[in-house]
Nanobody, 115 residues
Framework: QVQLVESGGGLVQSGGSLRLSCAAS????????MGWYRQAPGKQRELVAT???????NVVDSVKGRFTISRDNAKNTVYLQMNSLKSEDTAVYYC?????????WGQGTQVTVSS
């Protein structure tokens, strides 16, 4: 059974930091891309940051310089360090794991930034 288990969300004041973690289990084969997406109320889900198994990173402009994605391939775990958080970062953050023929999603973790 495939599971992506996220942790690290919560309530933080503007300017604060949070670190999200996502551990994938039950996946057979190499996970090509792991990353984070988010969905704010009334908005579509959007990419935040992704990282390939080879280390290539893609980050949305709105979080560049504030968020850092990292990955432990041996543990099938991806992290998102979020600094200088803003109220507009408030959303449910979803972990994503992409294999060549299938993608998996976590259940989501709420991040709320108070101004």
């Amino acid at each position: 059974q495939v599971q992506l288990v996220e942790s690290g969300g919560g309530l933080v004041q503007s300017g604060g930091s949070l670190r999200l973690s996502c551990a994938a289990s039950g996946i057979i084969g190499r996970i090509y891309i792991m990353g984070w997406y988010r969905q704010a109320p009334g908005k579509q889900r959007e990419l935040v940051a992704t990282m390939t198994s080879g280390g290539n990173i893609n980050v949305v402009d709105s979080v560049k310089g504030r968020f850092t994605i990292s990955r432990d391939n041996a543990k099938n775990t991806v992290y998102l360090q979020m600094n200088s958080l803003k109220s507009e970062d408030t959303a449910v953050y979803y972990c994503n794991a992409q294999l060549p023929t299938k993608a998996y999603w976590g259940q989501g973790t709420q991040v709320t930034v108070s101004s």
